[in-house]
């Protein structure tokens, strides 16, 4: 990982810090009929993170769509242990907020950069919400046997 951390500034709209590894999709994210909220995962058959776990990640992605059944999902998720650790998207919703908020994750929105452009999948990421700071130490890249 790079020694020094790429810095993005947004807006809080869960306090709170985690960190971890970087899960990152361009595409929104159903809850309602999109994810399995007992494991954490992606089931949306025709989404690029499709079978892939969204747990004790930080989870970056443009933002909900579907029904105000997102928030329901994700507090499921939450309950079942399941959930990501935080939550970095750039688009801003009742079903994304209420979601943060059920979730209890620490969640950042309206960037001075697009985190999508910057974060990558596997870069670690440090999530201060109530400073409204993320940090980001980019994966190395893997070495060739």
Not at 68 to 78: E, K, T, Y
Request: a neutral charge; glycine letters at 12%.
């Amino acid at each position: 990982m790079s020694a020094e951390p790429i810095v993005l500034h947004g807006r809080k709209v869960v306090g709170g810090v985690a960190e971890g590894e970087a899960l990152v999709t361009k595409e929104t994210i159903s809850g309602w009929g999109g994810i399995n909220p007992m494991l954490g995962t992606v089931t949306e058959t025709r989404h690029e993170l499709c079978g892939q776990s969204f747990k004790d990640k930080i989870l970056v992605f443009p933002g909900a769509k579907g029904s105000s059944g997102w928030s329901a999902m994700f507090h499921i998720a939450r309950l079942a242990g399941a959930a990501p650790k935080a939550l970095l998207f750039n688009e801003m919703t009742t079903k994304v907020a209420l979601g943060a908020v059920v979730m209890r994750a620490p969640s950042i929105t309206e960037f001075d950069r697009d985190p999508l452009e910057i974060i990558e999948t596997g870069d670690w990421v440090k999530v201060d919400a109530d400073r409204g700071i993320v940090e980001v130490r980019k994966a190395a890249p893997p070495t060739a046997s």
